[in-house]
């Protein structure tokens, strides 16, 4: 079963424009909700995850569980933004479930 | 210093071949892992060991072998490689659950090309 969707494969956004990347999950009970990004030639790394809700490097993220939703919301879009974004849960033992990622590309 | 470390970083074959990619992580961690990352950029879990013991068997072939000789290493055994094996593999690690901060770690991934 499907537990994390990223309903877009590629989003472009515009330098200095709003960019919002859609995530939804499926679980019964608790999971723990993150963002993960990988930049061009480098590792997977985390982004942020929803227990800190902090904001990193501009962008938040806020788990909505009516809506079982954890999108990843940034005001203002910077270059350096374009890498692809994977939205993942943790469950039961130490499970990790990825969505199946959203290139993001913000031309200038 | 790396965290978690993968050799091969490339590894070309032929089909029909036998090959082996090593991961290791110094962060102390007794959660490890393997994805698959295809051309399409889906990133799948193939397996998952905690403490040397396979806790996550995902629908692999059993051409897939992973070997864990010790909580810091997992390897990663492919017999009869064929053609849609090419893909890049990502060993990653975690603390256990009871102390989960709830990170992966990742590796730079190898990227295996299966002719």
């Known amino acids: 079963a499907q537990r994390v969707t990223q309903p877009e494969k590629l989003l472009s956004v515009f330098k200095g424009a709003p960019v919002e990347l859609k995530c939804n999950y499926s679980y019964s009970g608790s999971p723990e909700l993150f963002w993960y990004v990988q930049y061009s030639r480098q590792r997977l790394q985390l982004l942020l995850r929803h227990i800190s809700r902090e904001s990193i490097k501009g962008f938040t993220a806020d788990l909505n569980k009516g809506e079982t939703s954890f999108h990843l919301k940034k005001p203002f879009a910077q270059e350096e933004d374009s890498a692809m974004y994977y939205c993942a849960l943790s469950g039961h033992g130490n499970q990790f479930y990825f969505g199946t990622g959203t290139s993001l590309t913000v031309i200038p | 210093d790396t965290a978690v470390s993968q050799t091969p970083k490339y590894l070309v074959t032929q089909m029909g071949n036998d090959k082996s990619i090593k991961c290791e992580q110094n962060?102390?961690?007794?959660?490890m892992y393997w994805y698959k990352q295809d051309s399409k950029k889906f990133l799948k879990i193939m397996f998952s060991y905690n403490n040397k013991e396979l806790i996550i068997n995902e629908t692999v072939p059993n051409r897939f072998s992973p070997k864990s000789p010790d909580k810091a290493h997992l390897n990663l055994h492919i017999n009869s490689l064929e053609l849609g094996d090419s893909a890049v593999y990502f060993c990653?690690?975690?603390?256990?659950?009871?102390?989960?901060?709830?990170?992966?770690?990742f590796g730079e991934g190898s990227r295996l090309t299966v002719l």
């Open positions: 962060l102390g961690h007794d959660t």
């Open positions: 990653a690690s975690s603390q256990s659950r009871l102390t989960n901060t709830g990170e992966l770690f």
